[in-house]
């Protein structure tokens, strides 16, 4: 017990450490093996009945058709086992629980997720499987924090840690990984957070790279072959993608806003008969990403078919996720940004002299979409490096990410989805900064362990235990009553004026989980800017430490020091 004792303190404050890494450790390959399984569900239904993996154009065209609105039955019915109450997930969701709830993820809807988005996938929705991966890697690693009863601050922790290990055993890109931990998921950068997390995304693509082998999905395209003759085209295609971006976010934000007046079945359903009415009509804009890549990287395709798909495929992915149905977004958009890209390849060929590779342009699109997209150049950046393992992208893909974000952002107005997400459906995101602060220093870590403890004690006995303390000591009183809940009164001696005699001021302690942080702690004592919390483990009745609100002003003036 007292090892775990140890290991709560060390983990309450905000500092790196070798047993958050260890966690961080466990964690990241807990993530990954869940992943792993939920692939293994998806690519391994998926091959009972096509061809290969979201080759969705190998069925008959009444298949194509019937396939989501089997999906979407399904999906409904687990729906409908769980009371419509935890149908909430993906990485919006996730974004909402670490900010609010430190990262501690309700089993429920992880279930439904791992269930409903293994359906959706299956049945050819256009959603991609990062957001269950971000999901269920959050849930697995914050779970192992909860069961060990670990501070709050330290549960967060090993949620972004679960995020990291999620995408990284996902994709295969851990470095990705960690950007997008950092800048989309907790969007700061803190040492004691970045080393933990880098750990468990290295643990999660080297888990998936065993499993599955070190390709990645998109290691097929051709090597680079871009110069500076093709930047002028390429800067039209970053602003190409800056408008696409705006109008793929608004259109999903509207979508989410008017739907959401309607029951979750009228919208999962209508969502089904659209992605079957394309997918009946044009097979591959069905499925996450990879059918619509392949398709656009053919010899010979027409400029007409690529526009089509184009549109599709943002009109498949903007229904499905805006109707509720449960999945990722970055699959689409790195689908939907290689179509773009094909396709301005595809109109410079017209005007320019040369060769033109239309892999390189569907790279771009890639980058500049999902940076525009979830305002996150750098990580949308570095996934292209690592998924197309070539270093030569860097330097072209720089100047479409750049001219995407500004055309997006400053003329446009547009921000991350996810965060647009999170406004429109109402779930908060945000803290103020003193609490923000305060977030990262767990209660047990910092509590003042030097009490005096009395029971009963009456006025005299306090008054002599507070002449005889010593200077760190505290005073507090247990008081017990039959059928009421036990009190501790805190008692601390205070001066008015110089000269005068020192008054007793009396608090009654207010209870506060261990588990807790000093942000939970400041908002009890906020408002009465005086007093203290006493900090217990499992029995109220057993008093572990104090924290005053006094302790918790000097941190904050102190400038956090941790």
């Known amino acids: 017990m007292k090892i775990i004792y140890q290991l709560k303190k060390s983990l309450a404050l905000p500092k790196t450490s070798w047993q958050l ?16 399984l939920f692939i293994f569900t998806v690519e391994g239904i998926q ?8 080759n969705y154009s190998s069925l008959t ?14 999906i409904l019915f687990f729906a409908w086992l769980t009371g419509y109450k935890y149908i909430r997930t993906g990485i919006p969701f996730v974004l909402h629980r670490l900010k609010i709830a430190n990262g501690v993820i309700p089993l429920r809807n992880t279930i439904n997720q791992f269930i409903g988005s293994s359906v959706a996938l299956i049945a050819g929705f256009s959603v991609g499987r990062e957001g269950p991966a971000v999901h269920l890697g959050a849930a697995c690693s914050s779970y ?5 009863n670990l501070p709050y601050n330290a549960i967060r922790c090993l949620s972004a840690c679960g995020i990291a290990a999620g995408i990284a055993a996902c994709f295969n890109t851990p470095i990705a990984a960690v950007l997008f931990v950092m800048e989309v998921i907790l969007r700061e950068y803190k040492v004691h957070i970045f080393i933990p997390v880098m750990i468990a995304a290295i643990v999660g693509s080297m888990t998936t790279s065993l499993i599955f082998g070190p390709n990645h999905e998109f290691g097929h395209f051709s090597e680079i072959s871009l110069n500076s003759d093709h930047y002028p085209a390429l800067v039209l295609l970053g602003v190409a993608l800056g408008i696409i971006a705006f ?4 259109t999903l934000i509207l979508v989410i806003k008017h739907s959401a007046s309607f029951h979750i079945v009228p919208r999962i359903l209508l969502a089904a008969f659209i992605t079957g009415l394309i997918g009946y009509i044009l097979p591959h804009a069905m499925g996450t990403d990879l059918s619509a890549i392949n398709f656009s990287l053919q010899d010979n395709i027409g400029i007409k078919m690529l526009l089509a798909l184009l549109l599709a495929k943002i009109f498949m992915t903007t229904m499905a996720l805006g109707l509720g149905i449960p999945g990722g977004i970055i699959g689409p958009i790195l689908g939907i940004g290689a179509v773009a890209g094909t396709c301005c390849s595809v109109i410079t060929m017209y005007f320019m002299t040369g060769d033109i590779t239309v892999s390189d342009f569907a790279l771009m699109g890639m980058a500049g979409f999902m940076a525009a997209t979830l305002n996150a150049p750098l990580a949308a950046l570095l996934c292209i490096v690592e998924m197309s393992n070539q270093l030569e992208v860097i330097i072209p893909a720089m100047i479409v990410v750049t001219t995407a974000c500004i ?11 996810f965060i647009m997400q999170l406004e429109v459906q109402g779930l908060p995101y945000r803290r103020p900064p003193i609490e923000k602060t305060l977030q990262r220093i767990g209660v047990i870590g910092v509590m003042d362990e030097n009490i005096t403890l009395l029971t009963k004690a009456n006025e005299a006995s306090v008054a002599t235990a507070l002449s005889h303390q010593a200077a760190q000591d505290n005073v507090v009183n247990k008081i017990m009553r039959p059928d009421e809940p036990v009190q501790f009164i805190y008692y601390q001696q205070s001066k008015t004026k110089i000269d005068a005699e020192p008054t007793i001021e009396r608090h009654e302690l207010i209870p506060l989980n261990s588990q807790s942080t000093l942000a939970e702690a400041y908002l009890l004592l906020v408002k009465a800017r005086t007093g203290a919390v006493y900090i217990y483990q499992d029995d109220p009745d057993e008093i572990m430490g104090i924290i005053s609100f006094d302790s918790i002003r000097s941190y904050l003036l102190k400038g956090n020091t941790y």
């Open 21 to 36: 890494c260890l966690l961080a450790t466990i964690g990241g390959f807990a993530s990954a093996m869940m992943v792993v």
């Open 47 to 54: 091959l009972f009945f096509l061809d290969g993996k979201d």
């Open 61 to 74: 065209a009444l298949s194509r058709f019937q396939l989501p609105i089997i999906g979407a039955i399904i």
């Open 144 to 148: 192992i924090g909860n069961k060990l």
């Open 247 to 250: 109008a793929f976010n608004r």
């Open 407 to 417: 055309i997006s952002g400053q003329f446009f107005g547009n921000r991350s989805i």
